[in-house]
């Protein structure tokens, strides 16, 4: 690293927050965030989160007590709160004491904020929209992550550079973190000086030397351009399924045929909204498997950001930190020059 790093001073508030050398943040990812990911960033002075998701207690239970073993590292944990087992998962993150929790999914409620807080942990709630960051600062989180419509997997309405004017120009209540469409170190720098505790990346991170994911899925991802990487459409008001971005494939075309099953059987009443939410959500668990654990990247989901463009080779997570943070040293270096010029 250089001498006299600038960065340290934009990395402050974050890493004080996260307990981390670099507030530099590998987000959830189904199937793919296990133990020895999240370890490994943490090692390199990252930070990690285990996905919650669907996975069974027991299961999600070993992850933990696996990490825990595995590195002594700061990390937390991803629920996403329109699981079928969110309340036990949450219940078991108090039980267990873990130190960090990110509520993906929806809102949560303010008594589930309370209940992890009361645990010891710090709350990080997702913020889609300016109203939405405003009420989850009302009720209680400790930071929030502005997550842009760029991002890969479940996303947002909006884009981060929207975001960024709208909550994390206006709001100096809590620590905000950033993330969408982020792959660089000279990224992270401007984000940094805009008021940015940190970023959140997770596309770049399936391009990791440590990263499970199958090789067909990072070769797909390497050879992708930003562009390739679309998000679903919603075909009725009726079913009011969250967004996916994904690289698109014979997958998205299956989710297409999914949706119009999904919404004659609402029409029949055969089923309800909320079964007709879990029916989606177990198409792209059992997709994302398939591409992302099996390598079936024809009709698996190939969740990708669109920094997916940025994203052309595979490194090990400790490269991949060490490039971020000296590309964003020596652009501040660079602005600090111009800026001393004038």
Known sequence: MLPD????????????FL???????????TWISDYKLVGDVGEAGGFGFLAGGNTPLDLLEKEIRKLRDYSDKPFGVNLVTVSPIYKEQLRLVCDMECAL???????????????????????????PTAPLAIRLI????????????EAGGHIGPVSLTVLLQQILFEVEDVP?????????????????????????MGTRFVMSDECKAHPNFKETFRRARARDAVATPQFDSRLPVI??????????QAFGKLQLDIMQKLKDETIDTQQAQYEVENFWAGALHSA?????????????????????????????????VYDAETELQKLKQKLSAL
């Open 243 to 252: 967004p996916v971005r994904a690289l698109k494939n014979k997958g998205t």
């Open 101 to 127: 929790v990110m509520f993906a999914g929806s809102i949560p409620r303010e008594p589930e904020i309370r209940r992890a807080q009361e645990a010891g942990a710090k709350v990080i709630c997702f913020a």
């Open 5 to 16: 790093m600038l960065i340290d001073q934009f990395f402050k508030r974050g890493k004080n």
């Open 292 to 324: 992302a654990i099996e390598g079936n990247v024809e009709k698996g989901s190939l969740m990708a950001g669109q920094s997916v463009g940025l994203a052309d080779k595979i490194m090990p997570v400790k490269g991949i930190i060490d490039e971020l």
């Open 176 to 200: 905000i973190f950033t993330a969408g469409g982020i792959a660089t170190g000279r990224m992270m720098a401007h984000l940094l000086m805009m008021g940015a505790a940190g970023i959140q």
């Open 19 to 29: 307990g981390c050398r670099y507030p530099i943040i590998c987000g959830a990812m």
């Open 138 to 149: 009302k009720m209680g989180t400790d930071a929030l992550m502005l997550e842009g419509s």
